[in-house]
């Protein structure tokens, strides 16, 4: 999603794997430095925690070993069924512990994988929820919408559903994920 990622920017990436994931937040914490989202698949009841680390504690921004043990820990005696860490880099020895520990790695250089068709058809269904909220109902054809008229675009979901189709075309699949994250910023606060 982009190279230099703010505490900020790393929760919104959290937030775009959730979604393409289809993972249900049940639960949303905010401490110092971090940020956990508990969620779970749609179709099952497998616990998940997504730790975003916002601020690490070694002025380089790397993320250490105890990061991940306190992850792993918390994971055992919470009995979660998966963990993911997200920090904006991680140190040898914390990829190492991650692995040996079953914990998805994911930073400035470690993404996970999308199917551009996946990343895409979430983003559709984003802004299908999106039209039906604003508008009342999702347009049929380009012309039925009301947010470009004149070369001018009213509507910032249909700025990105526009954006979202040219970025497909190109195969772009770093923009689509921030195409994602500004839908979902739309979807948490309407009113932006």
Known sequence: MGDKITGEGLVKKAEVIS???????RRTRRKEKKVDLTVSP?????????????EAKSKSGYVGVDTVRKMS?????????????IGKR???????EMEHEDIEAVSERITPHFKVERLYLTIEGCIENLCRAKCGRVPVKKSDCKGYV?????????????NASFHLEQGWIGFLEK?????????KDPNK
């Open 19 to 25: 979604a393409v994931r289809d993972y249900e937040n």
């Open 42 to 54: 749609s179709e099952s009841d497998d616990k998940i925690l997504i730790r975003v680390i916002t």
């Open 73 to 85: 820990e918390v994971l055992k005696k919470q009995n979660y069924d998966k963990g993911i860490l």
């Open 90 to 96: 991680f140190t040898e020895g914390a990829k190492s």
């Open 150 to 162: 004149d070369g001018n675009y009213s509507c910032d979901v249909r700025l990105i559903s526009d």
């Open 179 to 187: 195409d994602l994250a500004k839908l979902l910023a739309i979807e």
